[in-house]
């Protein structure tokens, strides 16, 4: 294991989207194990300090690999298609129409009713995007498409930040 071996290699995992979260738990669970700093408690400072080193470095590893999208674009960079974010690159033109239309529905949201059903409409775009990044990443011409998934990881941070806008608003409606 080297500080610098990318998330996959470190927790011995296929670069793959699709990803068994119950084995990534696991493995990350025997990292922290092997790597947590009070288990060189008795070596020394300097030693602590290495640990604690590996130690940020596997959470980091897992809190990428264990989202879907901070994976997905993990995922675009290895492959030479850095993601950026939503705003870094033109998005097809029906996107941004729904983003203009989901955001006007969201300013004219009159109560829960009405939230709870906009949610449930990005909520299925987000699903059917989150299984398109699969067939980009994935499939058999994964190789070639990784510039279309890099625009679905785009796409999904922008549907993620609008359900957490959602979530904001219906707050006062579960409490």
């Known amino acids: 294991m080297k500080l610098e071996d990318d998330d996959f290699v470190l927790f011995d995992l296929p670069r793959a989207f699709a990803l ?3 084995e990534l738990d696991a493995r990350w669970r025997a990292l922290q194990s092997q790597v947590h700093p009070d288990r060189f408690v008795a070596e020394g400072t300097a030693a602590q300090r290495v640990a604690a080193q590996w130690a940020m470095r596997v959470n980091e590893a897992y809190r990428r690999l264990r989202d879907p999208v901070s994976r ?29 239309e989901w955001r006007e529905q969201l300013d004219e ?62 707050e006062p409606f579960d409490a």
């Open 109 to 170: 949201a009159d109560g829960a009713a009405a939230l709870r059903a906009l949610d449930e409409e990005a909520s299925a775009t987000q699903v059917e995007a989150l299984e398109r990044l699969a067939r980009e990443l994935d499939g058999p011409d994964a190789p070639g498409t990784t510039a279309a998934a890099a625009a679905t990881v785009r796409a999904l941070m922008f549907v993620r930040r609008f359900r957490e806008d959602l979530a904001r608003r219906l």
């Open 20 to 22: 068994d979260r119950a």
């Open 72 to 100: 997905a674009a993990y995922l675009c960079g290895l492959r030479g298609v850095p993601v950026q974010g939503e705003g870094s690159a033109a998005m097809p033109p029906g996107f941004l129409i729904q983003q203009m």
